[in-house]
C-alpha cells in the first residue's frame, strides 16, 4: 500500500521562507494533498495538485511535485507565526481511493 | 471553501457508556464520508468510508460492531462508539467529498475521553 513520509519538525524565523517536504511510494498517486492542523482543531486543506502538474502557486504557498522521484514540497513564503501548526501531505491514487497521509511536519515559527 | 460541521468536539463518557458524533456538510452533498481516529502527535488513520444509503466499508484491524456508521442521507454521516472503554479514548475526525470528489474537507474533530 501507499507509504507517504515527511520530517517530524521544522523551525523557521518569522518573515522566511519555510519548506516543507513528503515522498510517496505509490506510483499511481494522482492527487497529492497539503493540509493544515492546529492544535486541538480538524484540518484545513491548504492546496492540492493533480499529478500531470509541476507545480501550484496560490497566494504565498507553492507547491512543487517531482513525480520521478516521488517528492511533494510545500513552500510558504514570509512565514508567520500563525502559520505555527502541523502539516500533512496526503496522497490517493484516484477519486475512489482512500486517501493515504503522512506522519505531519510541525513547523515551528520563531520571532 | 465547503465546510464540514462536526459535533460534539469534545465529549467525556463513562466506560461502557456509547457516544454518537456527527457529520455533517452544510454547503454540497456528499455521497461519500470517511471517519479517521488521530492518536496524540500522530497520523491520521482511516477508520471507515461511509456511503450514502449502504453499508459503510471498514478498514482493515476496525471492529464494525463496536464503531457504528450511519449516512442516512447526503448531508450527514454518525459514528457511534459503542460500549466504549478507555482505549477508545482518541481524536475522531470525519471527512466528505465534494460533488467533484476532488477535494477532502474536514471537521473540526471530536476529542472523546472515556473514564
Known amino acids: 500500500g501507499e507509504d507517504v513520509e515527511q520530517s517530524l519538525f521544522l523551525s523557521v524565523r518569522e518573515g522566511d521562507s519555510s519548506v516543507i517536504n513528503c515522498t510517496y511510494t505509490?506510483?499511481?498517486?494522482?492527487?497529492l494533498y497539503w493540509y493544515k492542523q492546529e492544535p486541538g482543531a480538524g484540518l484545513q486543506l491548504l492546496t492540492y495538485?493533480?499529478?500531470?502538474?509541476d507545480m501550484k502557486q496560490d497566494q504565498r504557498l507553492t507547491v512543487l511535485l517531482n513525480k520521478k522521484d516521488k517528492h511533494l514540497s510545500l513552500r510558504i513564503a514570509d512565514t508567520q507565526t500563525g502559520d505555527s501548526a502541523i502539516y500533512f501531505c496526503?496522497?490517493?491514487?484516484?477519486?475512489?481511493?482512500?486517501?493515504?497521509f503522512g506522519t505531519g511536519t510541525r513547523l515551528q515559527v520563531t520571532l | 471553501g465547503a465546510v464540514v460541521s462536526q459535533h460534539p468536539s469534545w465529549v467525556i463518557c463513562k466506560s461502557g457508556t456509547s457516544v454518537k458524533i456527527e457529520c455533517r456538510s452544510l454547503?454540497?452533498?456528499?455521497?461519500?464520508m470517511f471517519w479517521y481516529r488521530q492518536f496524540p502527535k500522530q497520523s491520521l488513520m482511516l477508520m471507515a468510508t461511509?456511503?450514502?444509503?449502504?453499508?459503510?466499508?471498514?478498514e482493515q484491524g476496525v471492529e464494525k460492531d463496536k464503531f457504528l456508521i450511519n449516512h442516512a442521507s447526503l448531508t450527514l454521516s454518525t459514528l457511534t462508539v459503542t460500549s466504549a472503554h478507555p482505549e477508545d479514548s482518541s481524536f475522531y475526525i470525519c471527512?466528505?467529498?465534494?460533488?467533484?470528489?476532488?477535494?477532502?474537507?474536514f471537521g473540526s474533530g471530536t476529542q472523546l475521553s472515556v473514564l
Open positions: 471527512s466528505a467529498a465534494d460533488d467533484g470528489r476532488e477535494k477532502l474537507f
Open positions: 505509490d506510483s499511481s498517486s494522482t492527487y
Open positions: 495538485i493533480f499529478s500531470n502538474m
Open positions: 496526503a496522497a490517493r491514487a484516484g477519486t475512489a481511493s482512500k486517501l493515504t
Open positions: 454547503d454540497f452533498q456528499a455521497t461519500t
Open positions: 461511509s456511503n450514502e444509503g449502504s453499508k459503510a466499508t471498514y
